[in-house]
């Protein structure tokens, strides 16, 4: 069931998930970026960690676990990725005051995270950003639920649609953040935040399974 004790797991897995992918993400961000996307949400996410661990109570409410998350990523990642997935996690969290999720209601959560980062960040699909994961996640996980997928099942489609999103931005020209700066020489290499992106699905599935 994906309810409040889920929404912490998530958040404790992607952690622990970012801690091993720091290297790769690092590498990724080496190549089209200054090489600082694994180490950025790795002190966020460690931050995370340290919030939860000082909650004197549980966290009562999804998006209360989801708006920690938002703020703390705010304050401590700095860079381009902070803020949006700080606004993503802010706007994920309009699914507040559910007991538990509902396939319709994860559809919900991640149209709210993808909202959060174009509005924050201006990019569409095809920039080669985290965009180019989350688009099709959202897509996959409307056409998921439409086909009646339960909650975990959303997850699922999003996770796969995001991974297959995120090697897709191999051949992509980067024409929004730091790696627009090397123009051409974007191209061939894949981009660190829809990498991320798949990370943090990965462990919202991991979570819940
Ligand atoms: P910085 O580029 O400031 O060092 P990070 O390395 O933490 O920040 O994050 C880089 C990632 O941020 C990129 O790989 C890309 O996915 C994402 N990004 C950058 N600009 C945008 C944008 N305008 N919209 C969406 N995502 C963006
Ligand atoms: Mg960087
Ligand atoms: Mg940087």
Do not use: C
């Amino acid at each position: 069931t994906l309810d409040v004790a889920w929404a912490v797991r998530w958040m404790r897995d992607t952690a622990t998930m970012i801690v091993s992918a720091r290297d790769e993400l690092t590498e990724l961000d080496r190549q089209i970026g200054d090489g600082d996307h694994g180490e950025n949400l790795n002190r966020g996410f460690q931050a995370v960690v340290a919030k939860l661990d000082g909650l004197e109570a549980e966290p009562a409410q999804i998006g209360d676990v989801l708006k920690l998350v938002a703020t703390t990523l705010m304050s401590s990642v700095g860079g381009a990725s902070g803020p949006l997935y700080g606004t993503a996690f802010l706007r994920a969290a309009k699914v507040t005051g559910l007991a538990e999720l509902d396939s319709s209601a994860v559809v919900a959560l991640l149209e709210g995270a993808l909202e959060g980062i174009t509005a924050r960040g201006k990019a569409a699909p095809g920039e080669k950003t985290m965009v180019d994961a989350w688009q099709p996640a959202v897509d996959a996980a409307v056409a998921a639920a439409d086909s009646g997928a339960d909650p975990v099942g959303v997850l699922e489609a999003a996770l796969a649609a995001a991974e297959a999103g995120a090697l897709a931005t191999v051949p992509l020209l980067a024409t929004k953040g730091r790696a627009s700066y090397l123009g051409e020489r974007s191209i061939g290499h894949q981009d660190p935040g829809a990498t991320s992106t798949v990370v943090i699905l990965r462990a919202a599935v991991a979570a819940a399974t």
